[in-house]
């Protein structure tokens, strides 16, 4: 599986339970991971695979930065609308057959098919490493940390309607209702998306993965609905009521890890927060493409709030600030939440 740190942070709860329970645990990770997860030799067994596994994150981490980008720019309809999921479709294109290979032709890979499992558990969102269980031919679960979509659960095979449930991808996670407008249009991408997969990406990823599977290759989208459980990064505190099949489980916050200490500048804010309590601003890593005019806005509501308020630098920086209003570059958000003020 590719290594992101979310994607760590919720397999790494799940392998500490399975460990205390006997089990024994392996990771596939990323080449440049190995530093990062060293902490954890003593109890989980970690295997590096080859150099190319880690350029698929950054072809679907660009697209999904340009979405988010585009959910803050604008609020109509434009060509940069069109132009997303075409620049998806190629950047899949062009890693499909690669990742696919890379994961099975793996040395690493090869040796590892001599031990037994009981599990496999992959990230479920990225469909070239589906070969692996080609190989491994054991029972699997998924785990996606992205939100559920009309995409995925056309996957996984559960009732799906895109004229009303939002996807991220299709650029409807915001528009609450949806115009028919864009219930068309998200009707259309699902459509368009499922040709795709079946006709396309499938049939790239099986040829790529026939030449190391003797047996008969499952593509990835059927692989997807076959599998014994999907762990999916959601809430329904937080998402549209959307329908799931009995072996979903809904696993959203599990991504988040303990809050450390505060630093002396934090603590000194947090202490001094008003009675009215702290408010923490933040447009996330992603997130770059907030206008001047929205920044401002920004500011100016902020500033008649009651609250103290520590906001996460934006791009670009806000005109003018309220005195309750405190800037940062960086902010500890984990550790401001979960601080319980004076």
Not at 104 to 132: N, P, Q, R
Not at 234 to 248: E, G, I, K, S
Not at 266 to 279: E, V
Not at 300 to 311: D, E, M
Request: hydrophobic content about 40%; overall charge neutral.
């Amino acid at each position: 599986m590719n290594l992101e740190r979310a994607t760590f942070t919720m397999l790494h709860a799940i392998a500490e339970v399975l460990s205390n329970r006997g089990h024994n645990i392996t990771f596939l990770l990323p080449i440049g991971s190995g530093e990062s997860v060293s902490k954890y030799n003593d109890k989980f067994q970690f295997i590096t695979l080859g150099d190319r596994c880690r350029v698929q994150k950054t072809i679907i981490y660009d697209t999904v930065r340009q979405a988010q980008d585009m959910t803050i720019q604008s609020s109509t309809f434009s060509m940069e609308t069109i132009k997303l999921p075409i620049n998806l479709i190629i950047g899949y294109i062009h890693s499909l057959a690669t990742g696919t290979e890379d994961y099975l032709c793996d040395v690493a890979v090869t040796d590892l098919l001599k031990s037994k499992f009981d599990l496999v558990m992959i990230e479920g969102s990225y469909l070239w490493i589906h070969g692996l269980l080609n190989r491994f031919n054991v029972p699997y679960a998924l785990l996606t940390t992205c939100a559920p979509s009309p995409l995925t659960n056309s996957w996984n095979r559960a009732p799906n309607l895109p004229s009303v449930l939002p996807g991220f991808m299709a650029h409807t996670n915001h528009r609450k209702p949806m115009s028919f407008f864009w219930r068309l249009y998200s009707t259309f991408l699902l459509s368009a998306s499922q040709v795709f997969f079946t006709t396309i990406a499938d049939r790239t990823m099986v040829t790529a993965a026939s030449a190391y599977v003797a047996d008969v290759v499952v593509p990835p989208t059927v692989s997807f609905s076959r599998s014994d459980l999907w762990l999916t990064n959601a809430d329904y505190a937080t998402d549209v009521p959307r329908p799931y099949l009995p072996n979903t489980v809904m696993v959203g916050g599990l991504s988040i890890e303990e809050a450390k200490p505060l630093t002396e500048e934090f603590q000194t804010i947090a202490d001094g927060a008003n009675t009215h309590g702290l408010l923490v601003v933040s447009m996330g890593t992603v997130v770059t493409g907030v206008s001047q005019q929205q920044t401002d806005a920004m500011a100016a509501a902020f500033a008649r709030l009651p609250q103290t308020v520590i906001w996460k630098t934006p791009t670009p920086r806000p005109t003018v600030i309220g005195n309750n209003t405190l800037l940062r570059s960086w902010i500890p958000q984990k550790g401001l939440l979960g601080k319980k003020l004076k």
